[in-house]
Every structure is written in structure tokens, then in C-alpha cells.
């Protein structure tokens, strides 16, 4: 049994439409059947573009979303059929970081304030001085000093607040820490610094963590394993290296072929899928595979009739496609109406990578 245990978990948001909003027309299908495991003193990344429902798997897996289906289990207690206040007493065990620090640290607190908040409503922390003395132990594993304390958010720049939303978590000294877009806001420089300190952290306290990121290159170092979603779906799930060695789901193809290398001569020979048509709408999501109306292999008609299962195709590797093995054998090959190989060079696209975190 793992630590964090999320089976398939369903968050569909309804619709409403009328004067009083009463009317339920249809429902918003975020997140559609996801399962994922994360152990102590692991990272699971969870990538995907913009929309397709990450931010609402660490919501949910929080209960800051209703769940509509599934079970989210930490050490084998499922959250989702908990009380209001038997999850209340279970609320300090898992954590969320979040993408702006400036808008998730209340401006008029000062440090001392927002760092005790946690400790406060969960009655923990012990005398006035015990409280403190945590307080300055998060700060410092941070990296920040204890003259933190008396300032104000506005004081600090982004990636030492980042680190302030990090030292407020660590305070509650949870089991998990949801990691929602962590460095997306910050200044390349420092994306790899704050992805260094939250590596160390692990090493430190064995917190587990749910990485979320819609850029694949974020998640590269941290994780262990990596789970690409599209569309409320989990459509490939590998342990990080075997992820980014070889991408077997078509819709990780595309999205790793958008990250430029760093060799000059080999991103000239680099081929880009390109992706045709927009993201289809979660409240309308295409029959069969999600990602069927863009995918430059699909085939007519189990692609677009037959949701395909999350199979395990090589040792630990799990892939949701009909036509895995066909594709990696070349027996059925991209459209070239519906996807262009077009090499790197003639595309003046330019994606944002992180450099790997320097090893310190
Ligand atoms: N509270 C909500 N009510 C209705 N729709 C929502 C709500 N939260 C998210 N959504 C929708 O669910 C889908 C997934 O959103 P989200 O989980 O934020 O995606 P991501 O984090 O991958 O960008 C989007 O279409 C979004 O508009
Ligand atoms: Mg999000």
C-alpha cells in the first residue's frame, strides 16, 4: 500500500444555466477516471496543457474540490468518505505549494503570522516559544533567517516567497506536499534553485510530493514517476527516465517533440509534431480516446469509439493507446494531413526549458 493512493478519481463540475442557476445542462469533466500512487518520500509529476485538469486531481485529492467519484487514500484511509471533521484532523497531513506566492501570502500578515496560521487551526505548535522555535526551523530550511519574521510578504522577492509558501507548508510537517506549478512564476534562475531546495527537503523529512506542471521539462529531475494527462485522462504513466527516454503514447511524443535541445545541430534535425485542431472542451470531450480528434495516428473507428484502458506495455511503463505496439513498430504510420513532421528549424516557436537543477 502506498502512502497517497488516488483511484479512479472522477471531478465533474456541473453546468448551470437560468435566473437562479438551478438548471444542470451538463457537466464540466475534469478530471475523468485517474488513478495515480505516490510513496514516502517520492515525487510524482503530473503534466499536461493548460486545462486538462491537474490542478483539480490536487484540489480534489485535498477535498478543496467535491469528489463525484473514486477514492483518494493516505496510509489506506480514504479521504473522500471522510466527515468534514474527520478530514478536518486530517487536513494538516497534506499540503499545497501554489503557483503565485504573492497571491496565496495575505499582503497585511506579516511572516510570523502566515507561518502560524496552520498551527493555530490545527491547535498544534505547543507553548508561545515552541511555536516560534518551529517557525524559525521552517525558515531556516528554507534557507531564510529568522528576521523574517517581523516583514511582510511585499519585502521578499518572488522566489523567496516561493520559499516562504514552502516554509508554511513544511511548518504542519505533512506527509504530502501538493506542488501546484511551483516555479511557473519564477525567473528561469530561480525556477532551479527552488526545484534544488524542495529536492532537499525530500531527502531531509521524506514528504512525498505531487508535482504539477504543464511544462514536461519541470518535472524531468524531481520526479520519479511521470503521469501525462490529457483531457481529464491519464494517457501514459512511466518512471521519469523511461518517460523521457521513450515516449510511447502519441500525445507525449507531440508534447516532448516541443522541447528544443540544447545541440544546435541536433535541434536543426529535431522533428516537431505538430498538434492540428484546439484542445476539445471537458465538457464536451471527443468519444473514444481524448485524444483522438488530434492525434496523428488515430484510426478509424476504435480510436474514436473505444476508450483505451491504461495497460502496462513494458516493466512499470503504462500506456493508454489502442495502437501502442503499431506505432512503435512503424506498421501504422502519422497522417501527413493531420500532422507535419516539420523539422525545429522551420518552426520559429521557442518553448521555455529549465536547465536540470545544478547538483549541489
Ligand atoms: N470550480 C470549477 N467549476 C467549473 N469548472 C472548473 C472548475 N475548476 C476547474 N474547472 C474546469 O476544469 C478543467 C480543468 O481545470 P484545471 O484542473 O484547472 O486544469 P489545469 O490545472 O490542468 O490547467 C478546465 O476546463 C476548467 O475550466
Ligand atoms: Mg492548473
Given amino acids: 500500500m502506498s502512502l497517497l493512493e488516488v483511484r479512479d478519481l472522477k471531478v465533474h463540475f456541473p453546468i448551470r444555466k437560468g435566473i437562479l442557476l438551478r438548471r444542470i445542462v451538463g457537466y464540466v469533466q475534469a478530471v475523468d477516471g485517474v488513478s495515480l500512487s505516490v510513496d514516502r518520500g517520492q515525487t510524482y509529476g503530473l503534466v499536461g496543457e493548460s486545462g486538462c485538469g491537474k490542478s483539480t486531481v490536487g484540489r480534489a485529492i485535498l477535498r478543496l474540490n467535491d ?20 478530514m478536518r484532523r486530517q487536513r494538516h497531513r497534506l499540503q499545497m505549494i501554489f503557483q503565485d506566492p504573492m497571491g496565496s501570502l495575505d499582503p497585511r500578515q506579516n511572516i510570523e503570522s502566515i507561518l502560524g496560521e496552520g498551527l493555530a487551526a490545527h491547535g498544534m505548535g505547543g507553548s508561545r516559544r515552541e511555536r516560534r522555535k518551529t517557525l524559525i526551523d521552517a525558515l531556516d530550511a528554507v534557507g531564510l533567517s529568522a528576521n523574517a519574521l517581523a516583514r511582510y510578504p511585499h519585502e521578499f522577492s518572488g522566489g523567496q ?18 506542488c501546484d506549478e511551483p516555479v511557473s512564476a519564477l525567473d528561469v534562475s530561480v525556477q532551479a534553485q527552488v526545484l534544488n531546495l524542495l529536492e532537499e527537503i525530500q531527502e531531509q523529512t521524506g514528504v512525498a510530493y505531487v508535482v504539477i506542471a504543464h511544462d514536461l521539462a519541470v518535472v524531468r529531475h524531481i520526479s520519479d514517476t511521470v503521469g501525462v494527462m490529457y483531457l481529464g485522462h491519464i494517457m501514459e504513466e512511466a518512471a521519469a527516465d523511461d518517460l523521457y527516454a521513450e515516449p510511447l503514447h502519441p500525445y507525449t511524443k507531440a508534447l516532448m517533440s516541443a522541447i528544443p535541445v540544447p545541440d544546435p545541430e541536433v535541434e536543426a534535425q529535431r522533428e516537431r509534431i505538430l498538434l492540428t485542431g484546439d484542445l476539445p472542451s471537458p465538457a464536451n470531450p471527443p468519444a473514444g480516446c481524448r485524444f483522438s480528434s488530434r492525434c496523428p495516428w488515430a484510426q478509424s473507428t476504435r480510436c474514436h469509439d473505444e476508450i483505451p484502458a491504461l495497460i502496462e506495455v513494458r516493466p512499470g511503463h503504462r500506456v493508454a493507446c489502442h495502437w501502442v505496439e503499431e506505432i512503435e513498430s512503424g506498421e501504422i504510420r502519422p497522417h501527413e494531413v493531420e500532422a507535419e513532421m516539420v523539422p525545429a528549424s522551420e518552426i520559429g516557436v521557442e518553448i521555455p526549458t529549465v536547465e536540470p537543477p545544478a547538483v549541489p
Avoid: F, K, M, N
Fill in 161 to 178: 516567497r516561493q520559499r516562504i509558501g514552502i516554509a508554511r507548508a513544511l511548518v504542519l510537517q505533512p506527509d504530502v506536499i501538493i
Fill in 67 to 86: 469528489i463525484t467519484a473514486g477514492e483518494v487514500r493516505l496510509d489506506g484511509t480514504d479521504l473522500a468518505g471522510l466527515s468534514t471533521g474527520a
